[in-house]
Each structure stands twice: as C-alpha cells, then as structure tokens.
C-alpha cells in the first residue's frame, strides 16, 4: 500500500486518496488541478498555504485507508 508523506506530490495524492480535492481545498487549497501543483509536494503547498502539514497528511491517509 503506497504511503502519503510530505513530500508526495499533489498528483500523487489525487491519484491516492479518494477525497483528496476536498481535503486539500479544506487546507485552502483550491487550484489542486493546476498543472504547476501537480509537481508540487505537500510540504511546498502547504508553505505556500500555511497550513498544517502534518493534520494534512493524517486526513488524507485516514481516507485513503477508507
């Protein structure tokens, strides 16, 4: 079973983790399918966003275990 981590690429998670958009776009990140994030991993995204990383990772690994 693949693992989420911070340094998972935005991509990735979105092929991962089923509700991945909506986690993410709760972390106040809405352009989730812009080409440039992508590429971009968590912890990048996250900076931008100031978001809490860590809760980040735990929710979207909870879902993908789902």
Known sequence: MAKITKDTTIGEVLELCPNAETILQG???HCVHCPM???ETLAEAG??????????VKKLTE???K
Do not use: E, N, T, Y
């Open 27 to 29: 972390f106040g990140m």
């Open 37 to 39: 994030s992508q590429m």
């Open 47 to 56: 900076a931008v966003h100031d978001a809490d990383i860590d809760l980040m």
């Open 63 to 65: 879902d993908m275990k």
